[in-house]
């Protein structure tokens, strides 16, 4: 490949590289330091202990209860699906060979995955307010996006955590 081919080739990796990146980056510095487990747990027992007191019926509160076990496994599918894009990308960013079109399919493999998990996400959120009345709704909303929101629990674990090792 001439050198004009790989100067190319070099401010597309350049580029793609800033494109994975900066949207990371950007959210993460959006908190503070990553949650550890504990402080993520105690945030959890403590939405349980909001629920059991804002939702008098306790059948709404046995459904909201399983909807937030969903919630959560649906944060950890998203953590892994996250790392296996970060670690793809760091595989072909090593990789000088490594393609325009592979970078492409890369995003378009965790574009995908991502799609799909926030459609359950919102599903998940759409059922918890399915069985709550807007004013019991208004306090575990707000208690979810103070501590327990999705951009907390993944790419700020992610970018300045551990999550990936």
């Not at 959006?30 to 007191?53: F, H, S």
């Not at 959560?72 to 990308?89: F, G, K, W, Y």
Request: glycine share 6%; net charge positive.
């Amino acid at each position: 490949m001439g050198r004009r081919g790989i100067n190319g080739n070099r401010g597309f990796l350049q580029a793609a590289l800033l494109a994975a990146v900066l949207p990371i980056a950007s959210c993460a510095s959006l908190g503070d330091k990553p949650l550890t487990d504990a402080q993520i747990e105690n945030y959890r027992m403590d939405e349980q202990r909001l629920i059991v007191e804002t939702i008098p019926d306790q059948s709404r509160k046995q459904g909201i209860a399983k909807l937030l076990s969903e919630r959560d496994l649906l944060i950890e599918r998203q953590i892994v699906s996250l790392c296996t894009h970060a670690q793809s990308i760091r595989r072909l960013n090593a990789n000088y060979n490594a393609s325009r079109d592979q970078y492409s399919q890369a995003f378009a493999r965790y574009n995908k995955e991502r799609w799909v998990l926030q459609q359950e996400y919102v599903q998940v959120i759409a059922g918890m307010k399915k069985l709550t009345t807007a004013d019991e709704w208004r306090p575990i909303a707000k208690y979810q996006e103070k501590y327990l929101n999705a951009r907390r629990l993944t790419v700020e674990r992610v970018v300045g955590g551990d999550q990936c090792s």
